[in-house]
């Protein structure tokens, strides 16, 4: 029974429509309306500026890392790490397909950054990291967001070598569940890229 509180709390956690709820309160609009349509942070920040953005990606961030906390302080026992991973997987595709927003939402990059950061702080902060210098290298957010995802798994993986604490498997499963989410959610943005349209920061979507 607990477990299932759980997930259930862990879904509906991810389904708080943080960028949709943003752009009415800061000015009014359905930011669904506007750049690429999408209510994530990259379309806020071109749609309303970096105040706003920011607070959609903090927003979106503590989803993914609430439904990991609240699973691990509730659920004990040598089941914690997987029922932390449905959790987490739950919250990030609660947000790429809540009932608030039709079943669609956000490609789930933050809310991963978030229950990553749950899962291990270390491996996200690396992958944060690896994803602002190439914001910063190459103005593509959504270059830095599927190359950083991708390095998640990888980073979890050699975790024992590189930081000598292993990651438990089932959190490599999950990161890598999220890295490919993430990466079919660019499906658009690959084909922008490919076909040199892709906007950078600064820029207006085609």
């Keep these: 029974m607990r477990e299932a509180v759980v997930l259930v709390v862990s879904y509906f956690l991810g389904t708080v429509p943080v960028g949709l709820m943003v752009g009415k309160v800061s000015r009014g609009i359905d930011i669904r309306d506007y750049g690429s349509?999408?209510?994530?942070?990259?379309n806020v920040l071109r749609t309303l500026g970096p105040g706003p953005a920011a607070v959609v990606f903090a927003g979106d961030t503590l989803k993914g890392l609430a439904a990991v906390l609240f699973a691990g302080a509730l659920v004990q026992g040598a089941g914690r790490p997987i029922i932390v991973v449905i959790a987490?997987?739950?919250?990030?595709?609660?947000?790429?397909?809540?009932?608030?927003?039709g079943f669609r939402g956000g490609k789930g990059?933050?809310?991963?950054?978030?229950?990553?950061?749950?899962?291990?702080?270390?491996?996200?902060?690396?992958?944060?990291?690896?994803?602002?210098?190439?914001?910063?290298?190459?103005?593509y957010v959504s270059v830095a967001s599927i190359l950083a995802s991708l390095s998640v798994p990888l980073l979890m993986h050699y975790s024992g070598a590189l930081f000598g604490r292993p990651v438990p498997s089932t959190y490599q499963i999950l990161a890598l569940a999220a890295a490919l989410l993430i990466l079919a959610?660019?499906?658009?943005?690959?084909?922008?890229?490919?076909?040199?349209?892709e906007p950078k920061i600064g820029q207006k979507v085609r």
């Design 88 to 101: 987490g997987l739950l919250s990030i595709i609660g947000h790429s397909a809540s009932p608030f927003l």
């Design 185 to 197: 959610r660019h499906r658009s943005n690959l084909k922008r890229l490919f076909g040199g349209t």
């Design 37 to 42: 349509g999408n209510v994530g942070a990259a």
């Design 109 to 139: 990059v933050a809310t991963s950054l978030g229950v990553i950061i749950g899962m291990d702080w270390l491996v996200a902060a690396i992958a944060f990291g690896l994803w602002a210098a190439i914001v910063g290298a190459f103005r």
